[in-house]
């Protein structure tokens, strides 16, 4: 049994127990991520949980977007009447370049369509560029309300903030509306279905003054190296704060029981369970699982790709050096599981699933 089962129950879980399978932006491996296709297909692999990215319009409207630079996920830099909006941008100290949500009204952003991200790695998706329109929270939320109602199956969302501190910057917050979208829509309490994350803090001890919805602190990789002069391995609120603290201060066992005064779980880069050795192969499980639910906080993990980039190399299947060749990702999910994680992200949920039926079937 593992040591999710053994202590107070967890928000986290699935109802029946067992780790939930998170469709990453819907089911990205088959469509382009943070469409209505994606999320839909997403439900249909056996998805408990959908997840959009948002962002803001200048109109303030919220819509699933992985960032806010749109031009590698919209067919955007193909209209002429938008090439003025063409600029560079400091997102949390970075230099983008591009065409961001914020400077173009939701009608205008529904006049455009989404094309596939990575298409190196997901050429059959790169079929389905220009066909499908960008999201509204609003839309998402209808989405999975239809289903429920056809279905009878309760999805949960887990809506991201992205770049909560930027956004608050030039005036568009985001938790406001976020919150007020969530509980017009029906949800509220710690069992709703419903999960809000952030890779910022001061932003979650926001939200928990305006929600009992259940909250997420993300993890992003402690190892991460700066980039143009600025550090990637801190939470951005924290660099504004002049805070000393970097994600790795968040992962020690002090620094999970900081987290659990105002959030319910931590959704961790999924090498800080497993980290890889020095040849790219899976390495022993550390701490954390059992540091985090001692504090009493699920854990989430990000994110599971099929495709061989992606994999540790013993999991990689075909030609081994192939962007595009899908491996042995079941395998690499079971040892996820077996490391006592409460959910799992996911670009391919079907085999996530697959992955948890077999771990439950080898539990029981």
């Known amino acids: 049994m593992d040591s999710a089962q053994t202590g107070p ?18 089911a990205s491996a088959y469509f382009p991520e943070h469409t209505l296709a994606a999320y839909q297909k997403a439900i249909e692999l056996g998805a408990d949980v959908i997840e959009p990215d948002l ?19 919209t067919n955007v830099a193909s209209k002429p009447e938008f090439a003025a909006r063409k600029t560079t941008k400091l997102i949390d100290g970075q230099p983008v370049t591009g065409w961001f949500t914020e400077d173009f009204s939701y009608a205008e952003l529904k006049t455009l369509r989404a094309r596939e991200r990575i298409p190196a790695n997901r050429p059959d998706n790169a079929r389905y560029n220009d066909q499908f329109e960008i999201p509204s929270l609003d839309e998402v939320i209808a989405l999975v309300k239809a289903h429920e109602q056809r279905s009878g199956q309760r999805i949960a969302i887990y809506p991201e903030t992205k770049h909560p501190s930027y956004f608050q910057s030039i ?164 040892a996820y599981l077996r490391a006592g994680v409460d959910g799992v992200f996911s670009d391919d949920p079907g085999l996530l699933r697959s992955a948890v039926q077999k771990f439950a079937a080898q539990r029981d």
């Open 55 to 73: 962002v803001s319009t200048k109109d303030g409207v919220l819509v699933a977007r992985h960032e806010n630079e749109i031009g590698g996920t």
């Open 171 to 334: 005036g568009l917050s985001l938790e406001e509306p976020l919150v007020k979208t969530l509980h017009a829509a029906g949800y509220h309490g710690k069992q709703a279905p419903v999960f809000i994350q952030s890779f910022e803090v001061a932003n979650l001890k926001k939200l928990r003054g305006m929600t009992d919805l259940p909250l997420v602190q993300l993890i992003d990789n402690p190892k991460n190296t700066p980039a143009n002069g600025m550090p990637r391995n801190v939470p951005w609120d924290f660099y504004l704060a002049r805070d000393a603290r970097t994600y790795a201060d968040l992962t020690t066992a002090e620094g999970l029981r900081e987290i659990a005064r105002y959030a319910d779980a931590v959704g961790p880069y999924k090498e800080i369970i497993i980290p890889r050795t020095a040849d790219n192969h899976m390495g022993t499980p550390s701490s954390f699982v059992r540091d985090a639910h001692a504090a009493g906080l699920g854990v989430h993990i990000w994110t599971l790709r099929p495709e061989n980039p992606f994999l540790p190399l013993e999991f990689r299947q075909g030609d081994a050096a192939s962007l595009s060749q899908r491996g042995d990702i079941v395998a690499e999910v079971m």
């Open 9 to 26: 129950k967890l928000i986290g879980r699935a109802a029946n127990g067992l780790p939930l399978v998170i469709g990453h932006r819907g």
